[in-house]
């Protein structure tokens, strides 16, 4: 019980401070009949930090990381190498240890941070605002529909097969309570993104149409047209990045008009850990400013003049306007969105577009050395740093067979589409800087195996 | 876009006061000022070396970006001492003491950090193979089974992502089991006045109208009151316990009993689990589901605003309705129950909250506190954390009004209000006072049943000594409140900044850093 600084003499001394003669009368209130005698069955008593750290450490190795294995998988989380100041500098306790700044005067560190991840999302994302993060991309994305529908007073939105199975699934469970429609499209093993499936759906009815950029199967298209055609019928684009680094070398959602852009921001500063906890970015036009959910730090002068910031705008949120509120969020992902700002200003502008430059150039060796295995068929005709394969056969036993050797070698369709049996040969693979050529030639060796071996 | 070409620039020099020469820098010794990253950085700086690889833009197609971003880039020393600077410009528990109540800050072990940053939980991902992460998905499950054990409950779903998600997680297993029921015309959730701020939000987002419920003069639920509004439109009630004027709620097994003869269920806000963690079981008192705020209860660290991770407990009647994702341990191996593996027996699941699995690295770093602990220790935690605020309450009863002092003892937050103070002054006036004496302020203007409500809540990391500091500083700065002391009135004097300008920043919000505009322009 380390933890636990008071003695048994302190404990005495304030029980009769209190006018107590034992902790029980404390609890007073609590039913006898809901209270616990003792300390809970089931439970092992107090352990060592040495213990602990043997039973935990036990359970991780459990795992086969991304470090150990040649690695491919993407799909919403990427493996990228974070510096070392990255942590060093989030573990400061100051940062660490500190609460919500609702206090500014004392929690200008956090604010000021905050205040540059917005800018740096902004420009990122090509929006003219952000605000300081939300839970993560797959939350933010349907945020994002729940404001399109306050904005536009319609309810009925337009999904992309581009967009991440799970989003979409995030937003049908939601929707199922708000009575919103969502609109979706079947997804297909074709080389270009569904635009034009999308815009021939808009009507005046269309709160939003939701599109995933570079999309689920790393494919890439204009959204200039869609923007467009949105825009003609009132309704609005919404964006979804679920890698910002790709932003390094296309063109920014918002620089193509959408209206609001969101987008996973795991890949710059967090780590894979499993799913979690990951960094919603979410970005809008100024004109929606107050419609956004989430924090927003702004800047703003003390009593002697001098600059400083503030969380603002907050009569948007729950705990001024209860349950008219723009959401019920009550966090955001601010040591996550610290990680991020960071690794951002460590990279810059020429960091980023290296970066960038760097993981595009993996994949495109990656694509060609596996599209040259006999029965493998590279779908995409433009991509960034993941791309999609046709197999000769279903993808999901040979990742689970390749994960047998030790090679963990993308995410099947399978696993994310269950059912679906037209696209049950794709496997999306993805490629970083963490990337080797050895990697990607065990990879196409083992693949051209494994596959030899189930077609023989 | 253009960001700062030139390199460092210079804050303005401080007014000289009283003697005092003007500081160039802006700082003062350790007084830090520090400049922001678009002012010091720039566009071709860069702290990562990437070595020799290739570069290349050959498959992007046509949208291959053209223009600048307009990111600022630093070295890595200059970014180490830019957020190591911001840094001290922060409070954190590390420094001192939080009395704030309703958002407990604990102190965080590292042993915590540690564990979570193996690179078996930190470096694996979500969509890998099931049979290659199965040390990730028995932490999930040795977590799952302990809160269950704890909180006497059924099921939990581990995947909300931050408390006021997992409320939205018991909300709408509450309205999927209506719906199964044949009741989804229940369209009402009863809320107390004592309830947080997020559970009406969240009641309103799950698509339900809230109806308030009054407090008693004594600060707990009126049940006479919500047992007459029970009725056939009623979907449940959502009620915080111990509630938010520290109390526990006596009549909480009466309430539950008659919300589920009237055919609802019962939502137990359960960010304040920790103050009878090891001593009372929610599930005993005919709770249907609780979300826990992992930070709170298991010491993950608050971070500046997140990442939380709210858990959801459920009893055996909400339990079919449950989300997905979750893990199962079938014969010797974890698996993952998801959309196309749930089967008939989860087929009422109202689906899925978020793309993965959930916070695994706060689930880690909890896992991590309650083995430390066990259930010995756990029982201690609950103690301390009521002794400590019962302490802090009646050591300061005498100097600052308690509304509900008589009531009895408190949980393990003390409530004060700022009635007796000298006219204009407030509970704001106490927050930034204490600032001068180094704590961050308690919890200010909540709950909103009091007047100028001051929350204290100590935690049970809190040694005697740091109390009797606190009780001190408290009693100090509340007496100078009640002389009326105009000096109070402009405090903070010893932090980073003086009082800031809400009402500026809301009237003309600045969101996003924009270059100055040059000198000739801006004297147009």
């Known amino acids: ?456 | 876009m253009s960001i700062n070409q030139s390199g460092w620039r210079p804050t303005s020099p401080e007014a000289n006061t009283g003697g005092v020469p003007a500081s160039v820098t802006g700082n003062k010794a350790l007084m830090l000022e520090e400049a922001l990253i678009f002012e010091i950085g720039d566009a071709k700086t860069t702290g990562v070396d990437f070595g020799e690889g290739d570069v290349a833009h050959d498959m992007l197609g046509a949208l291959t970006r053209k223009a600048p971003i307009g990111l600022p880039g630093l070295s890595e020393p200059e970014t180490v001492r830019h957020y190591t600077r911001l840094s001290r410009q922060n409070y954190g528990i590390d420094l001192g003491f939080f009395p704030l109540g309703s958002c407990t800050m604990k102190h965080n072990p590292r042993l915590n950090e540690k564990m979570a940053r193996l690179p078996g939980f930190a470096d694996v991902h979500p969509l890998q193979p099931v049979d290659t992460v199965q040390g990730a998905l028995e932490v999930i499950h040795q977590l799952a089974h302990w809160l269950v054990t704890l909180t006497g409950m059924t099921s939990v779903a581990m995947s909300p992502k931050a408390g006021a998600h997992g409320e939205l997680c018991g909300v709408l297993a509450i309205r999927a089991a209506l719906e199964a029921k044949g009741e989804g015309a229940r369209k009402i959730i009863l809320v107390p006045e004592s309830a947080h701020g997020t559970n009406p939000a969240t009641a309103a987002f799950a698509g339900y109208s809230v109806e308030d419920i009054p407090a008693t003069a004594e600060g707990r639920v009126d049940t006479e009151a919500l047992k007459a509004r029970l009725g056939p439109d009623v979907a449940g009630v959502m009620i915080t316990n111990p509630n938010t004027c520290g109390l526990f709620e006596r009549d909480m097994r009466e309430i539950s009993d008659a919300v589920h003869a009237a055919g609802g269920y019962v939502y137990c806000d359960g960010a304040n689990f920790n103050a009878i963690v090891g001593r009372v079981r929610p599930g005993d008192l005919g709770i249907d589901a609780m979300h826990i705020n992992l930070h709170k209860t298991f010491s993950t660290p608050h971070g500046g605003g997140g990442p939380g991770s709210g858990p959801v407990v459920f009893s055996a009647a909400l339990t079919p309705f449950a989300p997905l994702p979750f893990v199962e341990e079938q014969g010797d191996q974890f698996v993952l129950v998801e959309e196309e593996t749930a089967g008939e027996h989860h087929a009422g699941s109202f689906g899925r909250m978020v793309a993965f699995h959930g916070q695994m690295g706060m689930f880690t770093r909890a896992l991590t506190y309650i083995l430390s602990h066990g259930a010995d220790g756990l029982r201690q935690v609950s103690e301390d954390a009521v002794l400590n605020a019962n302490y802090i309450l009646r050591s300061l009863d005498d100097t600052l009004d308690a509304p509900f002092g008589p009531s009895g003892p408190c949980m393990h937050e003390a409530l004060f209000s700022d009635s007796g103070l000298a006219a204009g002054f407030s509970t704001i006036d106490i927050a930034k006072g204490l600032i001068d004496e180094g704590f961050h302020p308690m919890t200010m203007y909540f709950p909103l049943v009091v007047h100028g409500a001051m929350l204290v809540e100590p935690t049970e990391t809190e040694s005697k000594a740091a109390l009797d500091q606190f009780i001190a500083a408290l009693r100090s700065v509340a007496e100078r409140a009640k002389a009326g002391d105009p000096s109070l009135k402009t405090a903070p004097h010893f932090a980073p900044r003086a009082r800031l300008d809400e009402t500026l920043a809301a009237r003309k919000p600045v969101l996003v850093w924009k270059e100055p505009a040059p000198l000739a322009e801006a004297a147009e």
């Open chain 1, 1 to 456: 019980m380390r933890y636990l600084p008071l003695t048994q003499p302190d404990r005495a001394a304030m029980l009769a401070v209190i006018g107590a003669a034992t902790i029980d009368e404390l609890f007073v209130d609590v039913p006898e009949a809901a209270r616990l005698d003792g300390p809970v069955r089931d439970l092992p008593m107090h352990a060592s930090e040495m213990a602990v750290e043997r039973h935990m450490s036990a359970l991780a190795k459990k795992n086969l990381t991304a470090g150990e294995a040649p690695f491919f998988l993407g799909c919403g989380a990427y493996k990228h190498h974070v510096p070392a100041s990255v942590d060093h500098l989030i573990q400061r306790g100051e940062f660490l240890t500190a609460y919500t700044p609702y206090q500014p005067e004392i929690a200008q560190g956090t604010l000021q941070m905050l205040f540059e991840f917005q800018t740096q999302v902004a420009r990122l994302l090509g929006t003219d605002v952000a605000n300081a993060s939300m839970y993560d991309g797959s939350t933010a994305c349907w945020e994002a529909i729940v404001m399109a529908r306050r904005i536009t007073k319609r309810g009925k939105a337009i999904l992309s097969a581009g967009l991440h199975p799970h989003y979409v699934s995030v937003s049908q469970t939601m929707a199922k309570f708000t009575g919103d429609v969502l609109d979706t499209t079947d997804p297909r093993l074709v080389p270009e993104m569904d635009l034009d499936r999308l815009i021939a759906k808009i009507n005046d009815d269309t709160s939003c149409v939701v599109v995933q950029y570079p999309d689920i199967l790393g494919r890439i298209g204009d959204l200039r047209p869609l923007a467009d055609a949105c825009h003609a019928k009132k309704a609005l684009l919404i964006a979804v990045v679920t890698e910002p680094v790709a932003l390094g070398a296309i063109a920014s959602p918002g620089e193509m008009d959408a209206d609001i852009v969101v987008g996973e921001g795991q890949s710059l500063g967090v780590g894979l850990q499993f799913g979690g906890p990951y960094v919603g970015l979410f970005g809008c036009k100024d004109k929606y400013v107050r419609q956004m959910p989430g924090r927003l730090c702004g800047e703003t002068v003390d009593a002697d003049g001098r600059r400083g910031f503030v969380l603002t705008l907050s009569t948007r949120e729950q705990h001024i306007r209860r349950e008219k509120a723009t959401s019920n969020i009550c966090t955001n992902s601010g040591l996550c969105a610290l990680a991020f700002s960071i690794h951002m200003t460590l990279l810059g502008e020429a960091g980023l577009r290296r970066l960038a430059g760097v993981n595009h150039a993996g994949a495109v060796h990656a694509a060609r050395r596996l599209a040259e295995i006999p029965g493998v068929e590279l779908l995409n005709t433009h991509f960034f740093n993941e791309f999609t394969l046709k197999l000769p056969v279903e993808a999901r036993p040979v990742v689970r067979t390749l994960a047998d050797r030790g090679i963990l070698a993308g995410v099947s369709l399978g696993r994310l589409y269950p059912g679906k049996d037209a696209l049950a040969n794709g496997l999306v693979v993805a490629v970083t800087e963490t990337t080797t050529a050895e990697d990607v030639e065990t990879f196409a060796t083992a693949l051209s195996t494994v596959l030899g071996e189930i077609l023989a």
